[in-house]
C-alpha cells in the first residue's frame, strides 16, 4: 500500500507531458556534463527513474539523453550512485534501439555487475551468449586478492535462465564446483572492521569474532544465509548469493534442465540401497561436480532446517527464517527428484519437520512446499500424504483466508500441483468451500486463478453444491467478514465499523436459529446438501455495500461462466435438469449487493438456453416448474427472456415424443397471460416498464406455439394484430422509447404475414431434424430475420404477388 504522498507523487510522474520530460532530460544532460557531480545529479535521475517506471507505456528520451546515461555508466570514475540510478533508467528503457553498450574492456566487477544488468534487460539472445562468456572469462582468471567477483553471480544466474545453452559444458561444471565450495566452505569469522585510522585503533579493537546463529549463540558449524554479524567476508557473501541462486542453477543444468552436464557420469549405484548408504561417506573428489555440488546443497538445507529451529532475537530474522526453509525445502525436493539417493534421507529431516510447522501457525507458509515434496515423492517413499493434504485443506484457507500473501501462494500450489494429485485430487474437490474462503477474500486478484482451477474442482457430485456457493460467494465475503469483526472487543474496532452501527449483525452470529445457516455457508468441506440463506440475506445487509463484498461481487459473473463452460462438457441430463431449475429458483434469490443481480443474470440468461441445447427434452420434463417460474412473480427481463426462448424453441414434438397439445395450450395460456401483464400493466417504480426484448421474443414464441397447435391461430393472430396498433403509438405503446415500439411492430408484422401461410410457418418455427441439425439458422446468409422478410414480401398486398 502506498502512502498519500507516494500516490501523489506517482499520479504526477503519470501525467507529467512530453515537453516536460524533454525539459527534464535536457536538465539531467546539463548536470552529468560538469565536472564535479553534485547532489542535483541524484535528484534529477532519481525523478527521471520516477517517471519512466511509473507507468507501463514505455516514454520517449531524446537520444543526446540516452547517450550520455551510457557514458556516464561506464565512467570509471563516476561515483556508485549515479551508475546506479543510470543503470536503472536504461534498464526501463530497455529494450532500446540506442543502446550501444559494451562490456569487452570494463574490469571493475560492480560496472559490470550493471552493464550486464542493462544488456540483460534489452533480451537480444546473441548479446545474453556473449555475455555470459564475458563474465565466466572474469570469473575464472580472478586472482584470490582480486576484485569482488558477487556483482556477477546475480548476471551468470539471469543468463543462464535467458540462454541456458550460453555456458559450455566445461564451464557449468567448474561454476558447479565452485559454488558447492562456496556453500561449504566459506569463513566462519566476520570480517575485519575498516579502522578509521585514530589513535586508539589496534588490530584487536577491529576483530569482531566469529558469526553467529539467530539466536544469538556462536555458531559452531559451517556459515549460511541465516548466520549473523555486523560485517561479512567476501566469501561469506558469496555463500550467500550461491543460495539465492541454487535452485534455478540445479534445475537449469541437472538431469532433465536445458543442459545436463554430468548426465553421463552418475554413479551407476545411484537410486540403489547401497548409494543411500554410501552417499554421505563419498570421497568429494571423487563425485563428479553436479553430484559434488548436490552433496554441498543437501548439507546446506539441512543445515538451514537445524537453524529454522532457533528462536530469532529479531523479528527480521525471524521472517529471514521463514523464507529460507520455504527455499530450503524446494531445493531438498529439486534434489531428490534429480538423485533418488538423497529421498530417504530428506525423508528423515522433513517427516518431524511437518510435525512441527502443522502445530505452529506462524510457520503456515511453510507448510506448502512440504506438501509439494509429498505430492512429488509421497508414492516412491511409500508415504501415505492423505493426512497431509487434509490438515492443508481443512483447517489453512479457514484459519488463514485473511492472509493475501498465503492465499496466492495457496492458490498457485493448487494450480501447479493439479497433475500430481492423482487419486487424491478427492480431496481437493472436496474441499472447493474451504478454497472459496480465499477467493472470497481476495476476489480481484485470484479470480483468474481461479477460472483455471474451476474445471478440476467441480464434478458431477459437487456442481450443484458449487454452483449455491459461488452465487452465494458475496454472502460468503460478508460472513467472513463479521467473523473476523467478532474477534475483535468492541473498543477495537473504528468508529466506522459497519458492525457497530448494526449490532444486529453481530448478535445474529449467537442467535440459534441462524447459526447452523452460518455453519453451513462458512463449512470446510463439500457437506452434499444445500440451504436457502435467505435469513441471513437479511441479517447480513448492513454489510452489502463493503469495498471487499462489492468487489466480490464483480468476480462472480466471471466465475459463472468459467464453471458453466466446465459442467457442460460432463453434465448429462439428469445434471442439466438440476441446474436449469436450479437457475430457476436462485433467479430472484440473491445477496443484495448494487449491481449484482443484474450482472449474474446477465450470465444465467445465458446459460439456461445452452442448459436446454445440452438436453432439449428438459423442457418436457420440467414443464410444472417453467410454467411456475413464467406465471408467477416478475423475474429480471434478462432471465425470462431466455426461459420464453427456451420454451418457444424446445417445446416441440421434434425435440421430445412426450410433448403434447395439452402442454403446448397450457404455456400458451400462460405465455399469453404474461405478455399481457407486461404490455398493459402502467409502469412503476415497483414494476418498471417491460423491456423491448422480452415483449418481442413472447410475440415470437407464442408464434412458434401456435404454429404447433393450429387451433391457436386465430387466437395469436388477434394479439399479434392488437400489439402491431399497440406499438403504433410508442407513448402508451407496450415497449419504451420508439425504437423498441419500431422493433415491436416490424416483428408483430413479419409474424401475422408469416401465419397467413401455416405450412411455411411450421417449417420455419419447427424445422425437421434434417434441417434443424446443421443449424442454418446461424448462418447470416439464411438467418430468420431473412427469411420472415422474405415471406413478408411474398405475401403483403403491395408486392402484388398475391391477389387481394
Not at 556516464?72 to 570514475?77: E, F, G, K, Q
Not at 586472482?143 to 535467458?162: D, I
Not at 534434489?335 to 530417504?344: M, N
Not at 427481463?637 to 424453441?649: K, P
Request: aromatic letters at 6%; charged letters at 20%; glycine letters at 4%.
Amino acid at each position: 500500500m502506498f502512502t498519500t504522498g507516494e500516490e501523489s507523487l506517482l499520479r504526477q510522474a503519470r501525467e507529467l507531458r512530453d515537453e516536460e520530460l524533454g525539459r527534464l532530460c535536457a536538465r539531467v544532460c546539463a548536470l552529468l556534463q560538469e565536472e564535479d557531480w553534485g547532489p542535483d545529479a541524484p535528484d534529477a535521475l532519481r525523478r527521471l527513474f520516477l517517471i519512466v517506471s511509473a507507468t507501463k507505456y514505455n516514454r520517449r528520451l531524446e537520444r543526446p539523453c540516452m547517450a550520455l546515461l551510457q557514458t556516464t555508466l561506464c565512467s570509471p570514475t563516476c561515483p556508485e550512485q549515479l551508475q546506479l540510478l543510470c543503470a536503472a533508467v536504461l534498464r526501463e528503457m530497455s529494450p532500446c534501439d540506442s543502446l550501444s553498450l559494451s562490456c569487452d574492456h570494463i574490469q571493475n566487477t560492480r560496472q559490470l555487475g550493471l552493464v550486464a544488468s542493462v544488456l540483460l534487460a534489452q533480451g537480444d539472445q546473441q548479446q545474453v551468449r556473449s555475455l555470459g562468456q564475458r563474465v565466466l572469462k572474469v570469473l575464472e582468471s580472478r586472482q584470490p586478492e582480486g576484485p569482488s567477483l558477487r556483482h556477477l553471480l546475480p548476471v551468470v544466474s539471469k543468463v543462464t535462465s535467458l540462454a541456458p545453452d550460453a555456458l559450455r559444458e566445461e564451464q557449468t561444471r567448474a561454476l558447479s564446483k565452485r559454488l558447492g565450495d562456496w556453500l561449504r566452505y566459506a569463513s566462519v569469522q566476520q570480517a575485519v572492521a575498516h579502522s578509521s585510522g585514530g589513535f586508539f585503533s589496534t588490530p584487536r579493537a577491529r576483530q569482531l569474532g566469529p558469526v553467529t546463529e539467530v539466536d544469538g549463540a556462536v555458531a559452531t558449524d559451517f556459515f549460511t544465509v541465516l548466520s549473523t554479524g555486523q560485517r561479512f567476508t567476501e566469501d561469506q557473501w558469496l555463500n550467500v548469493q550461491a543460495f539465492s541462486m541454487l535452485r534455478a542453477w540445479l534445475l537449469d543444468s541437472g538431469p532433465g534442465g536445458s543442459s545436463a552436464p554430468d548426465a553421463d557420469d552418475k554413479s551407476e549405484l545411484e537410486g540403489s540401497t547401497l548409494s543411500v548408504l554410501s552417499a554421505t561417506s563419498t570421497a568429494g573428489h571423487l563425485l563428479p561436480p553436479q553430484q559434488w555440488l548436490r552433496e554441498k546443497a543437501f548439507e546446506y538445507c539441512q543445515r538451514l532446517l537445524e537453524q529454522s529451529n532457533r528462536r530469532a532475537l529479531k523479528k527480521a530474522d525471524s521472517d529471514l527464517q521463514k523464507a529460507c526453509l520455504v527455499e530450503a525445502v524446494l531445493v531438498l525436493d529439486v534434489l531428490c527428484q534429480q538423485d533418488p539417493s538423497f529421498l530417504y534421507r530428506t525423508l528423515s529431516c522433513l517427516k518431524p519437520l511437518h510435525m512441527r510447522l502443522r502445530g505452529d501457525p506462524a510457520w503456515v507458509r511453510a507448510l506448502l512446499p512440504v506438501a509439494q515434496f509429498f505430492l512429488h515423492h509421497g508414492e516412491a517413499a511409500a508415504v501415505d500424504a492423505e493426512a497431509v493434504y487434509q490438515h492443508l485443506f481443512t483447517r489453512i484457507p479457514a484459519e488463514h483466508f485473511h492472509s493475501p500473501m498465503l492465499a496466492f501462494e495457496f492458490v498457485q500450489f493448487c494450480r501447479d500441483s493439479l497433475p500430481l494429485f492423482g487419486r487424491n485430487l478427492g480431496v481437493l474437490r472436496t474441499s472447493f468451500p474451504n478454497l472459496f474462503k480465499f477467493l472470497a477474500w481476495n476476489s480481484p486478484p485470484l479470480t483468474s486463478d481461479f477460472v483455471v482451477l474451476l474445471p478440476s474442482l467441480v464434478d458431477a457430485g459437487t456442481a450443484v453444491e458449487m454452483l449455491h456457493l459461488l452465487l452465494d460467494l458475496p454472502c460468503l465475503t460478508a460472513a467472513l467478514d463479521l467473523q473476523l469483526r467478532s474477534l475483535q472487543a468492541a473498543s477495537e474496532r473504528p468508529p466506522w465499523d459497519v458492525s457497530i452501527r448494526a449490532p444486529g449483525c453481530l448478535e445474529a452470529l449467537r442467535d440459534s436459529q441462524v447459526q447452523g445457516l452460518f455453519q453451513h455457508l462458512l463449512r470446510a468441506h463439500a457437506s452434499g446438501t444445500v440451504e436457502r440463506l435467505t435469513p441471513l440475506y437479511r441479517l447480513l445487509q448492513p454489510l452489502a455495500g463493503c469495498a471487499r463484498v462489492v468487489q466480490c461481487a464483480e468476480a462472480v459473473p466471471t466465475l459463472l461462466r468459467a464453471f458453466f463452460s466446465a459442467v457442460t462438457q460432463f453434465a448429462d441430463g439428469a445434471l442439466a435438469s438440476q441446474l436449469s431449475l436450479l437457475l430457476l429458483e436462485r433467479s430472484d434469490s440473491l445477496y443484495q449487493v448494487p449491481g449484482y443481480e443484474a450482472g449474474v443474470h446477465r450470465v444465467l440468461s445465458s446459460q439456461f438456453p445452452a442448459l436446454c441445447e445440452l438436453h432439449p427434452p428438459l423442457v418436457v420434463e420440467q414443464a410444472k416448474e417453467l410454467l411456475e417460474f413464467v406465471g408467477g412473480p416478475r423475474s429480471g427481463g434478462h432471465v425470462l427472456t431466455a426461459v420464453v426462448w427456451a420454451i418457444g424453441e424446445y417445446l416441440s414434438v421434434s425435440w421430445d415424443r412426450r410433448c403434447t397439445v395439452e402442454q403446448i395450450n397450457n404455456f400458451f395460456e400462460a405465455l399469453e397471460a404474461l405478455l399481457f401483464e407486461v404490455t398493459q400493466s402502467r409502469p412503476s417504480a415497483a414494476l418498471p416498464r417491460c423491456p423491448p426484448q422480452v415483449v418481442t421474443v413472447l410475440m415470437t414464441t407464442l408464434t412458434k406455439l401456435a404454429s404447433r397447435s393450429q387451433d391457436l391461430i386465430p387466437r395469436v393472430s388477434l394479439l399479434l394484430s392488437k400489439m402491431r396498433t399497440l406499438a403504433q403509438s410508442p407513448a402508451a405503446g407496450p415497449v419504451p422509447g420508439e425504437e423498441g415500439a419500431r422493433a415491436a411492430h416490424t416483428r408483430a408484422t413479419e409474424l401475422l404475414n408469416l401465419l397467413k401461410m401455416p405450412s411455411v410457418a411450421q417449417f420455419v418455427f419447427t424445422p425437421s431434424v434434417e434441417v434443424s441439425e446443421p443449424r442454418y439458422h446461424r448462418d447470416t446468409n439464411t438467418a430468420l430475420p431473412l427469411v420472415l422478410r422474405t415471406v413478408s414480401r411474398l405475401v403483403e398486398r403491395e408486392a402484388g404477388l398475391l391477389p387481394g
